[in-house]
């Protein structure tokens, strides 16, 4: 009897439990995605109920059409074009990324030469730099090449990252050896290896690499703030914070459409690829 | 085999790491001992002057205590935060994932943005305040020089609760099931078992987590820049602002260099401390 009574309570407990612990997740996960639903409610509001009602009393688009038609002369879109601005910059700066990452890993995971051991160490001393002993010699590299206020001043320092060599230099160690010899018996130079044998084996690091980049090339600010000057070269990101703290100070309408803006691509790419994302998370707590 | 191939491939590498890493670095060892305002071609070699200055800035030591403040406020709260959910989500099976990416969702949001969510919601008469003042509380976020830093702090761990709580949750899956199960046997209670098993092997992620709040909070800039500009009173300024506000509104270059030199060995110093004192060798 008694035993029995004690597995029941053992039954029930574990049932509040499990409860509890559902409850509590729920309640942290609605805290966690409430400013996602604010900001994207509030972008539909009309400017009064922003501060102060949760629900809008009506839907408006007046604060997109405000923003997409903020322009100089009026015939050039300044938003549009800044989300361009950050299209291209971001894409090129990940492309460059997982190209030179890829080619890179490649030699210092497979190939013997002279310095590899070198670089192999180099990487790891390069991540131990924090970003802000860059920031002013390479503004002045860039005022020096003549490259302030243009495209190749936003993306040329962040084309090659140590992070992504090193990943793919731990991932290339482990692809077998003769995979490798039958592709060069077939003819094939490094490179060709490279492209078409050990990429296509590396799909996951490379979703991983190029996700990562192109998010915190989206997301900066400070170098862009730095390096451009006119806003019609502006991404996204350094338009929207330098006309949130200047021209529209006073309409949280236009700013919150535009932080809908800014983030939807990115919240799009972390709904595709969430996987890599809590791998590439996992990953570097691992590594470090 | 060749050598050649070898040093092609990483040819692309060595000369970017030259021009755009190992460049700009000596570089701007060397400025910061000169005084230099970009504009005027004349740089004169002033020893350790610019160093001396930033020791005796003012704004050096306010900056110092905002993110020895922040610190105080982030590290603990995103760490018993972090390390709370991941214990949470490791009980569970059903739906783990979807809660572990939902967790995720604020660390993809751009600095820009959620400084202007958060900057909106929390402002004087914002939503936030609008829901307190119906029990009779307001809380000014972001004006009281008291609690901006920490206002900072609070949004700021919602932006890494989830990127933290991963790290423990993989930290924590790592730990063999059969250690709590012997202790279990050998009669140990919960409490004990949490604190002589899962902190103990915990502790590469609490040494990265740690590692990571630790840098971040140096290194702060977007939020205080979006939110408060620094004020009110100095109460957000970092070192990040300040090195930017002296070297491209200022123009001292020489004095921002030694500046991110003096903040880089300030981060250094702590990351070595927590290793020295946090990190176990778990071998």
């Given amino acids: ?288 | 085999m060749s050598k050649l191939p070898g040093l092609g491939l990483v040819s692309l590498y060595v000369i970017h790491t030259i021009i755009f890493w190992l460049y700009p670095f000596l570089w701007g060892v060397v400025i910061a001992f000169k005084r230099w305002n970009i504009i005027s071609p004349e740089k004169e070699f002033i020893g350790i002057s610019n160093f001396i200055g930033v020791l005796y800035d003012p704004l050096f030591w306010i900056s110092f205590k905002n993110s020895l403040y922040f610190m105080a406020v982030y590290v603990p709260l995103s760490i018993v935060s972090a390390l709370g959910v991941a214990l949470l989500l490791s009980r569970i099976k059903f739906l783990q994932s979807f809660f572990a990416v939902g967790y995720l969702m604020s660390y993809i949001s751009a600095g820009v943005a959620y400084s202007i969510v958060f900057s909106l919601l929390f402002s004087g008469d914002g939503l936030i305040n609008t829901w307190l003042s119906k029990i009779n509380i307001t809380i000014p976020w972001f004006s009281d020089p008291d609690i901006a830093m920490a206002s900072i702090a609070l949004i700021v761990v919602w932006k890494y609760l989830g990127y933290y709580s991963l790290i423990f949750l993989a930290g924590l899956q790592a730990i063999p099931e059969s250690l709590y199960e012997s202790a279990s046997i050998d009669g140990a209670s919960e409490r004990v078992k949490f604190f002589k098993i899962t902190v103990p092997l915990l502790n590469p992620s609490f040494t990265i987590v740690l590692v990571f709040a630790v840098m971040l909070s140096f290194n702060i800039f977007t939020e205080p820049y979006m939110i408060t500009g620094g004020g009110p009173l100095d109460s957000t300024q970092t070192f990040v602002m300040q090195i930017y506000h002296q070297t491209f509104t200022a123009l001292h270059a020489g004095y921002g260099s030694s500046f991110a030199i003096i903040v880089a060995a300030i981060s250094f110093l702590f990351v070595f401390a927590i290793r020295k004192t946090v990190e176990r060798d778990m071998a």
């Fill in chain 1, 1 to 288: 009897m008694i035993v029995i009574r004690d597995k029941k309570l053992k039954k029930h407990s574990h049932t509040i439990r499990m409860v509890v612990i559902y409850t509590l997740l729920g309640l942290g996960l609605t805290v966690m995605v409430f400013p996602y639903i604010w900001m994207i409610l509030a972008s539909f509001k009309i400017p009064s109920e922003i501060y102060n009602r949760f629900f809008p009393s009506r839907f408006t688009l007046e604060n997109y059409e405000m923003m997409f038609s903020a322009g100089q002369g009026g015939s050039d879109n300044l938003f549009i074009r800044s989300a361009l601005n950050s299209l291209v910059v971001s894409s090129i700066a990940t492309f460059s990324v997982v190209l030179i990452g890829s080619i890179t890993g490649y030699a210092l995971a497979r190939l013997r030469f002279f310095g590899r051991d070198f670089l192999n160490n180099f990487v790891l001393f390069q991540m131990l730099f924090p970003a802000i002993l860059f920031l002013i010699p390479r503004f002045l590299l860039m005022l020096e090449l003549g490259w302030i206020n243009t495209y190749q001043g936003m993306f040329s320092p962040f084309m090659v990252s140590a992070w992504a060599i090193y990943l793919y230099t731990q991932f290339y160690k482990t692809i077998p050896q003769e995979l490798i010899d039958a592709a060069r018996i077939d003819g094939c130079s490094e490179l060709r290896i490279v492209f078409s044998v050990m990429l296509p084996l590396s799909k996951s690091v490379t979703a991983i690499v190029a996700i990562f980049t192109f998010m915190s090339t989206w997301d900066e600010f400070l170098w862009y703030i730095i390096v451009t000057k006119d806003y019609d070269l502006m991404p996204l990101s350094a338009l929207l914070g330098l006309f949130t703290r200047g021209e529209y100070n006073s309409y949280p309408g236009i700013q919150t459409a535009g932080a809908v803006i800014l983030t939807v691509p990115i919240l799009i790419l972390f709904f595709f690829f969430r996987k890599s994302f809590s791998k590439g998370i996992t990953m570097s707590g691992i590594k470090g």
